[in-house]
């Protein structure tokens, strides 16, 4: 097991004043200073393991009127560029890596869908959020804190605290709140825009002074240190290793993306906690995606492969004759307009993984 630096507090404070001082930092917001919670009667998690991020509550600002502008049209992207995609009926929209980096969350309406897209640099998950909770419509902001080095969202509804990778509510009214995961697609610019040509792009258009082609987090994308300590180091992988990780009824698996190199997407049914799920990538365009193998709560008795030459949306197809793109929808064949249903699977780096889960189990062909 690999064990932190001691010097970890002292490499994050040096980087931090680096960073803090240019005039487009990610600390440089609408907040500042060190955040103190304001519901303090109960956690869900120990205290002592909530850390002050630096930059202060909504010291990095969310996006709350987000602009868009058709991939058509949109230059500034370079191909092997990551970003987190959405899909909701005809709608389909991308979340540059590059400006959620600055950000962290974008509140926004995807056709029907009231949905923030929550991203943790530090540990590298990006996860849709319903802003819909009891009934209530809601934004989500930055809190400033963190846990296990992940990313504590608060509500502005009520002002209550959250865990991006707990995917529940710890703190203030809305505690024990679990949140009602919305299917995201994590990828490459030239994969988006090859599938969904007629989808939008999140511009840098944001009110914000950021620069956007500076990665304000210097090496840490790579190497194998951490700015804050966490509970659980496992070192069968590298640190900073993207795995797709599936929950289903509390138990956890990482599918590792450089599990699936080769020239066509590999796909695979696996079994996690007592369900069939179908789990489908392809390490060259840099995605992996799973699904419950059950389309309205339906058994199905469907064999999946992949598409060959793919020059569109389609990314499977099964022998029915359907065919599947990466949100589980199937857009040709006699289930057209069917979905798969969907588990809760995001990725993000492996050591949060493994230290949100520490009895995930590592996937490996």
Request: net charge negative.
């Amino acid at each position: 097991m690999k064990k932190l630096s001691v010097s970890y507090l002292f490499t994050f404070s040096l980087l931090w004043f680096v960073v803090s001082c240019s005039e487009d930092s990610p600390a440089l917001g609408t907040g500042g200073g060190v955040t103190t919670p304001t519901n303090t009667n109960e956690w869900l998690i120990p205290t002592s393991e909530i850390l002050d991020g630096g930059p202060g509550k909504d010291g990095i600002p969310s996006i709350d009127n987000p602009i868009f502008e058709p991939v058509g049209t949109a230059t500034v992207l370079q191909d092997d560029e990551l970003i987190v995609g959405i899909k909701e009926g005809n709608v389909a929209r991308a979340y540059p890596h590059s400006i959620l980096d600055w950000h962290e969350i974008v509140n926004d309406d995807v056709n029907s869908l009231k949905v923030a897209l929550t991203y943790c640099p530090l540990t590298g998950t990006a996860v849709g959020w319903n802003r819909v909770i009891d009934g209530n419509l809601t934004t989500f902001g930055v809190s400033g804190l963190l846990h296990q080095t992940n990313l504590m969202p608060y509500d502005r509804a009520t002002n209550s605290t959250w865990s991006q990778m707990r995917l529940d509510c710890v703190n203030g009214s809305l505690i024990r709140e679990e949140a009602q995961i919305e299917q995201v697609i994590e990828t490459t610019w030239k994969t988006w825009k090859t599938m969904f040509p007629n989808s939008e792009v999140l511009t840098r258009n944001t009110g914000f002074n950021r620069d956007y082609d500076r990665y304000p987090y210097g090496s840490y994308k790579t190497s194998n240190d951490l700015f804050f300590p966490i509970n659980n180091d496992n070192d069968e992988l590298h640190r900073k290793e993207r795995v797709l990780g599936v929950i289903v009824n509390g138990i956890s698996k990482a599918y590792p993306i450089d599990d699936f190199a080769g020239i066509e997407t590999k796909v695979l049914i696996d079994n996690v906690g007592g369900k069939e799920v179908l789990v489908f990538g392809n390490k060259d365009m840099n995605f992996v995606a799973a699904f419950e193998n059950r389309v309205n709560s339906e058994d199905l008795e469907l064999e999946f492969s992949p598409i060959t030459n793919i020059n569109g949306e389609a990314i499977l197809t099964d022998n029915e004759g359907n065919e599947w793109n990466l949100f589980g929808e199937a857009i040709n064949g006699p289930r057209r307009g069917q979905k798969l249903d969907r588990v809760v699977s995001f990725i993000g780096f492996w050591f949060a993984w493994a230290t949100f889960y520490p009895n995930v189990e590592l996937y490996s062909r």
